[in-house]
């Protein structure tokens, strides 16, 4: 049976992981990323699996502070068009449906945003805007980027980035929580 020190041990393991990440971002891209947030008509979504739910919690924080916000793969979820932003996130950078959907976001004159942890991938390449999390993809089993299991570094750091980027919009907006409040989920 773990110890607490066992659990204490892994949750600095993956809280110094993050720093790690945080001390490597590029910030420029992260103030672009910011700023195409900003300017946007709609904010779209786009993410598989523990990345894609990560996504989703940005999705609602951003729909929190006023913005017109759509997930990918909802029923709800209207075609994409030019002055909206589609923003992926893929560790790969490859993975087809997100390829796919860059391509068509990009047909329809969208501006495509890539969280990735693979500057060269096809994503990356497609981008308008992309930001590297230097983190492990979910194939990456070696301990030389991260010790946590497949691409766990990667989905924490879309999380922890993108709550960044909300409250530092959020700060700079002026409205306070009460503000915010009565956006939040009241059919709980």
Do not use: C
Not at 115 to 130: E, G, M, V
Not at 149 to 157: H, I, K, R, T
């Amino acid at each position: 049976m773990a110890t607490k020190k066992a659990y204490e041990q892994n949750l600095n393991i993956i809280i110094n992981e993050n720093q790690h990440i945080v001390n490597l971002l590029a910030y420029d891209s992260i103030e672009k990323l910011a700023a195409s947030i900003q300017n946007s008509k709609r904010l779209f979504f786009a993410g598989a699996g523990r990345t894609g739910l990560a996504l989703k919690m940005a999705a609602m924080r951003f729909m929190h502070l006023g913005y017109a916000v759509y997930v990918m793969g909802e029923t709800v979820t209207p075609a994409i068009l030019e002055g909206d932003l589609l923003i992926v996130g893929s560790g790969s950078g490859a993975t087809s449906t997100l390829v796919t959907a860059g391509k068509k976001a990009k047909n329809q004159h969208a501006t495509l945003a890539v969280l990735t942890a693979d500057s060269k991938s096809t994503l990356a390449q497609l981008a308008d805007r992309y930001v590297l999390l230097p983190a492990a993809i979910k194939t990456d089993f070696s301990v030389s980027t991260s010790q946590q299991y497949a691409g766990s570094l990667f989905e924490q750091s879309i999380l922890l980035l993108f709550d960044a980027i909300f409250m530092t919009l959020w700060k700079e907006s002026g409205l306070t929580k009460e503000d915010l409040w009565p956006k939040h989920a009241n059919l709980e």
